[in-house]
């Protein structure tokens, strides 16, 4: 479980000659009910891992697609406790990793120790906390390494040479390369250096490196995807969960497959 269950995921994939494909979905939008049958969907669809977000309402990662998933789950009523308990019904029937995706303040409110163990009763392999800075992390990483959850880093356009070595050689699971400045969000363009930064954070990391934020296209998974070890697209397979368009969420996933 957690950590082992990442890296043989991502070996799997990566070993067959494949980039690893992450899609993202809000807990709870459309009703936490609906939470089982979408991820296995994702699984059955080829997906690698599945980044699960948690509704919160100050999202400062969030660009607009997001943030309405988020309002239309907190409006169903979910909160993280909630989510965790569905997880870990659903524990045994479910064979895809799970990353949660969440803010330190849910966790703190929840107790760091107790979120931990709960996490790992739901079988939660992972966690992203965007809003966590390396010089806080001693607050919760001696606790998810003892119940063997892994931390996520995202690596930013903005950061110094020395902050992306030390995130790239702290990550866990893979290194979460933000693939632009500012929030997630459909986009219809990438900076021209961004192959270049892709390749530089792959020789610094120990882990695959996936490129994340504004991801929307099939292009663009094949266009990244020559630079890096694999995506992670959020906003676009929100949107199409929520109108019920899941082609286009197969086609995304296939466009991984090389």
């Given amino acids: 479980m957690g950590k082992a269950k990442l890296d043989q995921a991502f070996r799997e994939v990566l070993e067959r000659g494949d980039k690893a494909f992450v899609p993202y979905i809000m807990a709870g939008d459309g009703g936490l009910d609906q939470l089982d049958e979408q991820l296995t969907f994702l699984a059955e669809a080829g997906a690698t891992v599945v980044e699960l977000g948690i509704a919160f309402s100050d999202p400062v990662a969030d660009g607009p697609t997001i943030q309405e998933a988020g309002l239309r789950a907190l409006a169903n009523g979910v909160s993280l406790r909630a989510v965790l308990e569905k997880l870990k019904e659903n524990k045994d029937r479910r064979t895809i990793p799970i990353v949660l995706m969440t803010y330190i303040n849910p966790i703190h409110t929840y107790g760091v120790e107790a979120f931990a163990e709960s996490c790992k009763e739901a079988g939660v392999d992972g966690l992203i906390i965007p809003d966590l800075p390396l010089e806080e992390e001693g607050i919760i990483v001696p ?39 500012g929030t997630t969000g459909a986009r219809a363009s990438f900076q021209e250096n961004l192959g270049t930064y892709l390749a530089s954070l792959k020789e610094k990391s120990n882990v695959p490196v996936l490129a994340g934020f504004g991801v929307s296209t099939p292009n663009h998974v094949r266009s990244l995807t020559e ?5 992670i697209v959020g906003s676009k397979i929100v949107d199409a969960l929520h109108k019920g368009d899941r082609n286009i969420i197969k086609e995304l996933i296939a466009s991984a497959r090389q």
């Fill in 143 to 181: 606790t998810l390494q003892k119940n063997e959850i892994a931390l996520i880093r995202l690596a930013a356009l903005t950061s110094t040479e020395e902050r992306i070595t030390e995130i790239a050689k702290r990550t866990e699971g893979f290194l979460y390369a933000v693939t632009v400045t």
């Fill in 227 to 231: 630079h890096c070890d694999g995506v």
